[in-house]
């Protein structure tokens, strides 16, 4: 199936509200609240998410707090005006004013999401996934907005702008993507420019798909690149069960994917189903548990505490 085609097509989205609480993850059997307290305890630094997906609404009164800044374009430059809006390139990253991220589809600063996954998925990663969470504190994760995707446009240029995001992502220092796409073309770019972030220390979460297949069999990518520094995630239901239109396989993460509330552009909220939510709560529970480390020590670290933590008992009875 047309890789852009299977990110969107199991979305539901409506405007009611999601009345389930979802745990969040590392360990699904928390209660919401006892697990806010756990990640604002976690969290002693800044720790940067790079988001590629649709773009963000950098006015959501409940995603302003985490808005990642590139320090470099930020304050005022020697004439006195605002570097983020001057016009110049002052950090010399070869972006213009990319004060909160870039828009790789048409080559400009405006992160406006028209679509609205973006949005969401930040939401999610930013603890604004259900009311009781939008009350949590984990503003020290910050979102860099790097959006990739263009209705319009073919899967070659969203590819390819996609590699140009995971670059500025490695340059600009996060310390996760978070990239809540998947499709069955394989890219030589993509995957290179992954094991690039994995040499680097950072973790690539992405979404398992949303064709209800055995990617062990029918492999999509990113998930199924051979890259140390992937997490691939499918979707749970409020009862621990994979979602039937969730991917699967020996190598993927379960986290909670039907029906979650998280914001949405216009300072909205609404819900949405499917890997790509599953894989926003995977990045947020990365972030919470980054703390003070430092992301060269990161990749052998996180991978191996939490691929034991989430497929050692949880994937085989959800597979069965
Ligand atoms: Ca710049
Ligand atoms: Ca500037």
């Not at 995001?165 to 992954?194: F, P, Q």
Request: charged letters at 20%; one cysteine or more.
């Amino acid at each position: 199936m047309n890789k852009l085609i299977t990110l969107f097509i199991l979305l539901v989205l409506t405007n009611s509200h999601c009345t389930k609480a979802y745990a969040a993850i590392p360990d699904p059997q928390l209660d919401v609240t006892n697990n806010r307290e756990i990640i604002k305890s976690d969290l002693q630094k800044e720790v940067i998410v790079a988001v590629i997906d649709t773009g963000i609404d950098i006015d959501h009164p409940y995603l302003k707090s985490n808005l990642w800044i590139n320090s470099g374009e930020s304050g005022l430059d020697e004439s006195g005006n605002d570097k983020s809006t001057n016009g110049i390139d002052d950090d010399h990253n070869g972006y213009v004013d990319d004060i909160h991220g870039w828009d790789f589809t048409t080559q400009s600063n405006d992160l406006t999401d028209t679509i609205g996954h973006g949005t969401h998925i930040s939401g999610i990663i930013s603890g604004k996934s259900t009311p009781r969470l939008a009350i949590s504190n984990l503003t020290k994760i910050k979102i860099m907005t790097l959006k990739y995707f263009d209705k319009d446009a073919g899967d070659t240029q969203s590819i390819k702008n996609t590699v140009l995001a995971i670059k500025y992502a490695v340059k600009m220092g996060a310390s996760i993507i978070n990239y809540s796409s998947s499709g069955a073309i394989r890219n030589k770019d993509e995957e290179t420019a992954i094991k690039e972030a994995s040499a680097k220390g950072i973790i690539f979460v992405t979404a398992a798909g949303n064709s209800g297949l055995d990617i062990d069999k029918y492999p999509y990518y990113p998930a199924n690149y051979k890259a140390q520094n992937i997490i691939p995630v499918s979707s749970i239901d409020e009862n621990f069960r994979l979602l039937a239109s969730s991917n699967y396989g020996h190598k993927t993460i379960l986290a909670p994917g039907k029906s979650i509330y998280s914001t949405l552009p216009g300072g909205r909220f609404g819900v949405m189903t499917g890997t790509s939510q599953a894989t926003a709560f995977v990045s947020q529970s990365l972030a919470s548990i980054i703390k003070n480390r430092t992301s060269k020590t990161l990749t052998d670290e996180i991978l191996s505490s939490v691929k034991s933590d989430f497929t050692k008992s949880n994937n085989r009875l959800l597979m069965n």
